[in-house]
């Protein structure tokens, strides 16, 4: 089991940048999780936008996202980022981190354990 808890969401301007947290609560190696941020916008499907395997070797974007949006992850102290530039309207949603024991990538099934969620809203 594991307790995921997102941070640093927030209102912010069409072209700002954001940083998200998300810090593990676990009796199992942090580093031993394949990491993941989801979103989801009002009326619409949660969906993938980025992931990083255990030691970051393997690193997953979203095409909305990819070159805007940067995961990396210490383990150290048991927490993934995601670096948010280059805002726009239409990543306003709801951002989750998601921990799983297998290589789970874009996958949302293959995720054990989510955290409650950050609130991200750009306006325009």
């Known amino acids: 089991q594991v307790q995921l808890v997102e941070s640093g969401g927030g209102l912010v301007q069409a072209g700002d940048s954001l940083r998200l947290s998300c810090t593990a609560a676990s009796g199992r190696t942090f580093s031993s999780y394949f990491m993941g941020w989801f979103r989801q916008a009002p009326g619409k499907e949660r969906e993938f936008v980025a992931a990083?395997?255990?030691?970051?070797?393997?690193?997953r974007y979203a095409d909305s996202v990819k070159g805007r949006f940067t995961i990396s992850r210490d383990n150290a102290k048991s927490t993934v980022y995601l670096v948010m530039n280059s805002l726009k309207p239409e990543d306003t949603a709801v951002y989750y981190c998601?921990?799983?024991?297998?290589?789970?990538?874009?996958?949302?099934?293959?995720?054990?354990?989510w955290g409650q969620g950050t609130q991200v809203t750009v306006s325009s």
């Open positions: 990083m395997s255990w030691r970051g070797g393997t690193i």
């Open positions: 998601a921990a799983a024991t297998v290589i789970a990538g874009p996958d949302a099934d293959r995720y054990d354990y």
